[in-house]
């Protein structure tokens, strides 16, 4: 199975492991459901500002890497904080 398997990895001919426009990315655990602990709180700008980018906007999931229930949670809990000031709608 092992040796099959090498095999693969090393036949350039291969266009799926090596086109780089199909490479699989290796896929990413939801923050909020992998530490169930993490509580999302939209008054602590520390934890908003994670899921913004730098011009203010809000990550999308390939970026946070976020479930689909906890994405939405995000994005209310920073539209929470744009809304106290505690985020900037935008940035320069
Ligand atoms: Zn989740």
Redesign the pocket.
Known sequence: MAEKKNNRKNNKNYDEDYNPKFRRMRKKV????ADKNLKLDYKNAEQMKKFTNDKGKILPRRATG??S??QRDITLAVKRARQIAILPYTQE
């Open positions: 939801c923050p909020l459901c976020a479930c229930i906890h």
